[in-house]
């Protein structure tokens, strides 16, 4: 079976520092893979998704960036953290094949990043 | 374009009494639709889904949801609320690999 891992849980950071979170999914190849934020009481707003090695589509202009340097790990990245990334990150995946879009996503269970 | 709207931002039920959560949608394709809930600080868990095949869909906890092209509705419902029920719930639209669009959400909540 497919599981899908995010780390760490929770973050506190001060403003300025850099900022690293992992996903990684298990039991399954060439998944399309994707990096949302929900802040406060808010929906979930896409950042990027991937559709393979290497391969990212930004969402949304920000100071965020991501990467995939391998089939199953899709890493979130900041040089310098705002105020503003404070919020929940959640990783999902689902299967990169053909129709793709009528697959549900999976998803992590959330980083928790509060920007101090 | 693709959008999807949840009419409701809150939703307070009492136990035991039936639940309705509004969704609607547009797409110039056709979508596959989602309703997902997410618990308190927890991630998004699969209720149920549409992709083209029976309009009413049944799901997990008892939940169900009936695709109506004319209406461009998937209202999610369920005969009788439970507390476990209390959470935040999602409509999803998404018609290509990176066409997903969340709705705004609508939180339940469940009296005794």
């Known amino acids: 079976s497919q599981t899908i891992h995010q780390w760490p849980a929770t973050l506190v950071q001060p403003v300025g520092s850099p900022l690293s979170l992992e996903c990684t999914v298990e039991?399954?190849?060439?998944?399309?893979l994707y990096w949302y934020r929900q802040a406060a009481g808010r929906g979930l707003q896409l950042l990027f998704y991937s559709v393979g090695i290497g391969q990212i589509s930004s969402e949304v202009p920000q100071n965020l960036s991501a990467s995939r340097p391998q089939d199953r790990q899709f890493i979130l990245s900041s040089k310098k953290l705002l105020l503003s990334d404070s919020g929940f990150y959640l990783c999902?995946?689902?299967?990169?094949?053909?129709?793709?879009?009528?697959?549900?996503?999976?998803f992590g269970p959330g980083t928790r990043l509060t920007v101090t | 374009a693709q959008s999807v709207t949840q009419l409701d931002s809150h939703v307070s039920v009492s136990e035991g009494t039936p639940v309705l959560l509004r969704c609607n949608y547009s797409?110039?394709?056709?979508?596959?639709l989602f309703w997902y809930v997410q618990h308190p600080n927890k991630g998004l868990q699969l209720l149920l889904k549409y992709t083209s095949a029976a309009t009413l869909v049944k799901g997990i906890n008892g939940f169900e949801a009936e695709f109506k092209k004319s209406e461009t509705s998937f209202h999610l419902t369920k005969p009788s609320a439970h507390m476990s029920d209390a959470a935040e719930y999602f409509c999803?639209?998404?018609?290509?690999?990176?066409?997903?669009?969340f709705g705004s959400g609508t939180r339940l909540s469940i009296r005794p």
């Open positions: 039991g399954t190849s060439n998944p399309n």
């Open positions: 999803v639209v998404s018609s290509s690999a990176s066409k997903i669009i």
């Open positions: 797409s110039s394709y056709s979508p596959s």
């Open positions: 999902a995946w689902r299967p990169g094949l053909a129709g793709d879009w009528a697959y549900e996503q999976y």
